[in-house]
């Protein structure tokens, strides 16, 4: 059993010494790591996408006849090559729609915290202010989507960098407690 637990101990900090690398290319260099996220989703739906022409190709007449493989291989196929091949509209694409996405959060709280104000709730204050968060998160979104998905990108970063030295300091503890 303490065998068990040594060597899990020291996975784990093979792992999370993976991990803080990958925090390091992630604080650094957030543009390139969410590229290279992009492209890898862009195998994966090209990947996606050839697998699902494949299977069309070698059905039978009748499952051809009702199968939808062909078209959504295709699809697949080409938004993974258009991602692996023009990385950053992904990244620029996103930090608009989750910009959109703010905006209404805004506009549903705003309406909200007057709700609460008409029903004299105190808390009403903190949902207007939560809406103003709100709305000055998706206009930056919106406004220079790359840069702050970039800041987001760092800052996850920096909480697994911080979330995986804890780990290798609790793993050490630990060994040392089972020597």
């Known amino acids: ?18 991990l803080i690398v990958l925090s390091f290319f992630l604080i650094f260099k957030p543009e390139a790591s969410l590229n290279f996220i992009v492209i890898v989703i ?16 070698t059905s039978n007449i009748e499952n ?25 509209i992904l990244n620029e694409f996103l930090g608009v729609i989750i910009g959109a996405w703010q905006i209404i959060q805004f506009i549903v709280k705003f309406q909200f915290a007057f709700n609460l104000k008409s029903a004299a709730s ?11 968060v709100h709305l000055v998160f998706g206009l930056l979104l919106i406004i220079n989507p790359f840069s ?27 060994l040392f407690k089972l020597s």
């Open 1 to 18: 059993m303490v065998e068990r637990v040594k060597n899990y101990e020291k996975t784990s900090i093979a792992t999370s010494i993976l």
């Open 42 to 57: 862009g195998a994966f739906l090209s990947l996606l996408g050839i697998i699902h022409m494949v299977s069309y190709f």
């Open 64 to 88: 051809k006849t009702i199968s939808t493989e062909l078209i959504q291989g295709t699809i697949y196929t080409i938004i993974g090559l258009f991602l692996i091949f023009r990385p950053s």
């Open 122 to 132: 105190p808390t009403w204050a903190l949902m207007l202010i939560t809406a103003i």
């Open 148 to 174: 702050t998905i970039a800041t987001i990108t760092m800052v996850t970063g920096i909480i697994l960098l911080i979330t995986e030295i804890g780990n290798i300091a609790e793993s050490i503890a630990m």
